[in-house]
């Protein structure tokens, strides 16, 4: 239970509203403080490939999850992913998608391109706030990482 | 073969012997563990050898039986009903080299060759059935080598008279059928070379029989034979029926031949084979008994005919060279080497044959002055010969002598030889001189003695035997000699030349009669001649007085005074001619010709006449016509009296003769009677009677050759008739009356008008009338009537008839009845007519069906028509197209496949492959290119077209552009894509405000439950929002999709108005961000809905204000690109933020927005794109990228110049 204070987490959310709501979830589970909050998919390209605002790596430090919405603008989710699971390190990084649309050919195509876990957001919240602490629990206790604590 | 056992009583001894094996294999069987097939009957009442069978004592027989079966010279095979192997006899296993165990319990073909099984089990079944019992068959020895066999085979019965098995006595005939085949090789091969030597060949049959003559018959004959021997077809006929006149030699040498066996070869030939010559070759073939005889034979007429002129040539030389009077020497060119002289030479020059050969003229010493001889080569030299050189030669005893040398180059292809000639002219030369002299005297007596005879006034000859040597003028006129020259002949013939002959008889004088001969023989003659003048042709009657010439007691010529008596003997011949002429007349008349007196006797007659009554012309004379023929005086007896009466001649008095003709038969006379005065007022009668029984019998057979013709022309099927040469009808035959069911009376001269079919009558009249004024062939086609009132097809046709001065004295003409094939004609006409119809039925369609057809011919696939409207996609003409075959049609169309890539090869086109393959081609879809280059997608159907015998005649292939239907298929794919793109974005972004609702929700709740304000408000907000959102969402949503649904009408509204209202829409935010609009397009009209085009607009100048990033001085354009050729672009081009080039896709997308911050839903591009299209254009945009601006570019329908 250490390491949580070393789990860093990427969100990348386009909805305010839904950021909001979701962070209070992180926040309840006690998982906020390591929380990097990005609005769209360039932003969250940006991030990862340390480009634009970016470029210092410094201030972009790997996650060790990502937790990504599919409906984003600019560059979309499912974009952000294939650019994720085409990297050799980036692809080490568990990617979980976190979105309204229960479409069949927004799984599949997750799937396709190597997402680790596919999430639908509940309506009730209870539901969405048992769904963020099992979350939490699992990607963030139980789950093991590929690599040691380097995390650069 | 006669040594051999009858199968039959083999067959049941062998039954029996089987019966005992099965008793001997059943005791056997029960001591071993056997597994052949056992047979459990031992008695049967069906085999009464079996019934005496002592079934307790089959010892003996068995022995003896076995014996018989082992020792038998047939195999012995036998099979149980599934044809198994269950007896095979030693002589068997020796013929096929297998062991008894080898072949027990095998079926036959196992023992078979692969190619004769099938046949072997189809002949074991045969069996079965009974259907055979007799055969050849092949098989394999053991050691692979072939066996044909001769089996013959019965069946085996048990005591129910079931059929058990099948028995085999199997013969190995392998030798004979090897000869066999091997004969027929041989024979193949003698008949292929009978066929093929240009030798005449032939085989004959000798029939050599006691009392008849030999003859021989041809068995065989190669068709050189017939060929050379000129005998077609000889092939089994005999030679003396073929040439009776065959000569008996031939009989003759060909028996010896056959029956000697001596061949022979001979040549024969001649006049009795046609002057042809044949080399032949007779031999015996066969045995002696068949007397056949071989004859090999060569046509050698041309050759023998070769030799027999050369022969003949050297004959004539050589002969001609011995006898010559001529001194001849042949001698060889090149050094005068003597081959030859002739016996004139060895008179000549003494010297003999022997002496002169091998020695040259030089040798001989032939020359006295050698230059004759320098002179002689000289000229032979030039002229190639010499003629006629008068030169000296010394003989062989020196004796001089004058010759005239000649002589010829004769080239053989042996040697090239010199003929000399050489001409003894010595005595010539020496009697010259003397002759002269006597001449000269010799003219000097001759003018004395002219001037005597001269003088006088008879004609004066005077001669020898040959000839007479002088004559005066009167002598010359007398005989119309023209000169003396004309008398200077021998005697004998100048008798001949002037026809002297004795004057009553008229002989011709023999020469040794001729008075001037006898005078030369020293007789002295005074008679009477007749001569025949040269001059005139007229007889001139002499009186010759000819006397001897006697000098020194020797004859030596004759005188001849001669006086014309000419004039006083014609008086004489006249009166005796007219006499003679009468009784000739009577003599030779080819009628019968009879003059009697007044008491009706003979005075003369015919030479006929008299043989009636057995007389001849002198015995008739006097005999009277009462005596002779009371019958024909009772006849004709008034009649002679009344002519001699009245003077009245009757002529041309018909009546059948009393008496038969002279053959018997009955004759026909035509005769005359007329007066005939007979001197003292005494009255004859004249008969003239001619027999005309030859006309009669002629008349007779006329009639009779009518009554043919009608009886055939009254039975031939067709109708017939006869027209006069003016075409009026005189004869129909009966079949034209039982037809029509009319009269003579009905149909004669022109009645046949009455039965014609009224529409033909007139065309036929006038046809039939022109063809018998012009003397043409006639020919027509017209129906008849027939007596059943139904009109009949006829060809009718008519011939003149001439006679022998070429002038038509008749028609003849002919109907016949060719319905049928009229029928058949009209038939032909209406499916020709069908035919038309459909092809122009065709043409319509080709010219108005909205679809491309082509036609093409089999096999070449060669275009035949292009349907208009598929000229008008490939814009090519009929001419263009017509004709190109298949290999070009890829090149000539730009044929695509499907993908528009690949270029079709000739083969795989629907076309060719319903018109080369017969396949029918469905729904494929192919590229066309068109003229201008564009590509056209054509979806085909093919089929092949077939003619009546269901043969692919031709190919036709529909097509139709489906550029449409593509266009259509691909907007609804893109529309689907969209559409399902939009639900998906609907189910997500509506979802999206719901879930903050429903959240933000259960926190107010809380909120409101933990009294914390800030956070309600917070939570308020949030909802509030998401409702807001929604609520537009929903709104947006129901706009767009009214886009392109309930509408106004399009209407043309000018590009000014649509601004302005669309620039007072976003007025707003324009002057909150001091956005500058410049409008630098011309004046346009567009034609579509006035309110879409407002919102068009509205959207693209708010989302070009609102993205103006940190530019200070913002600037929208709004302008068009008008290029007169292309279709007008507007553009709305700003100096904003510009795009990001990698969010180009996401543009247009529904409710997506670039920047999550900006205002709006993010609806208005898929709006803006959606207007567009309704409006059939395209939208596109470009953008240098980040902060350096956007322009929109879009097309819609029908946007013009309105200056224009």
Redesign the interface.
Known sequence: METRELSLILYVE??P??A??TM?FFKKSYIDNNIIHL??G?QALDYLFYQGNYSDKEIAPRPQLILLD??L????GLEVLKRIKSDEILRCIPTVIL?????E??RAKAYHNYVNSYLI?P???TK?SNMIESFGLYWLNWNKYAGGDDTT | MDNRVSPELLISELKKEIEMLKQELAVACAEHDHSLQIYNNNATGQNNINQELPENAPGNHNHLYRSIVETANEGIWVFDVNCKTIFVNKRTTEIFGYGKDEMLGKHPWDFMPPESIDAGKINFEKHLQGNINRYEHLYKRKDGSILWTNIAASLLFDAQGKVEGVLNMITDITKQKLTEQALYESREQYRLLFDSIDEGYCVIEMRIEPGKPLDYRFIEVNQAFEEQSTLADAKGKWMREMRPDHEETWFEIYRDVALTGKPVRFELGGRALQNRFFSLYAFRIGTPEQRRVAVLFKDNTAQKALEEALRENEEKFSAAFRVSPHALILSKIEDGTIIETNNAFNALFGWSNQEALGKSTIDLNLYKNPDDRKLAIKILKRDERVNNLEIIVRDKYGTEKLIVLSIELIHTKKANLMLSTFQDVTEQKKSDLKIRELLQLSERRTAELTAVIESMPEAVYIGNKEGITHCNQVALKMLGAASLEDLQERIGELGKKFNIRWPHSGTPLHENELQFSRALQGETVIEEVVATNAQTGKDVYIRAADAPIIVNGEIIGAVAINSDITERKEAEEALRTSEAQLDAFFANSPAILNLVDGNFCYINTDKVTPTYYGLTRETIKGKCVPDLSPDFMDQTGNVMRHVIETGESILNEPFESPVPGRNGEMAYWRTSFFRVPLGDEKWGVGVIGIEVTDIKRSELKLSESEKRFHTLADNISQFAWMADVNGSIFWYNKRWYDYTGTTFEEMKGWGWTKIHHPDHVHRVMSNFKKAIDKGENWEDTFPIRGRDNVYRWYLSRALPIRNENNDIIRWFGTNTDITEQKLAEEKLHAALLEAEEGKNTLNTLMEYIPMGITIADAPDVNIRMVSKYGQGILEKSDEEIAGIPAPEHPSKWGIYRADGLTPATPEELPLSRATMMGEIVKNEEWIVTRKDGTLVPILCNAAPILNNDGKVAGGVIGWQDIADLKRIEFEMKQRNEELTRFIYTVSHDLKSPLVTIKMFTTYLRDDIKNNEKVEQENDLNYIENAADKMGKLLDELLELSRIGRKEQFKTEVSLEVIIQNAVDMVAGRIRENNVEIVVTAPPLLIFGFYQRLIQLFQNLLDNAAKFMGDQPAPLVEIGAITDKSKEIILFVRDNGSGIDPRYHDKLFGLFEKLDPAAEGTGIGLALVKRIVEVHNGRIWFTSEGSGKGTTFYFTLEKIKLLNN
């Open positions: 386009d909805d509203a839904h909001a709501f209070r609005p769209d360039q599919l409906r603008p600019k560059v979309d979105t309204t649309s229960e479409a050919i927004d957001k309506l009730d919240i969405f």
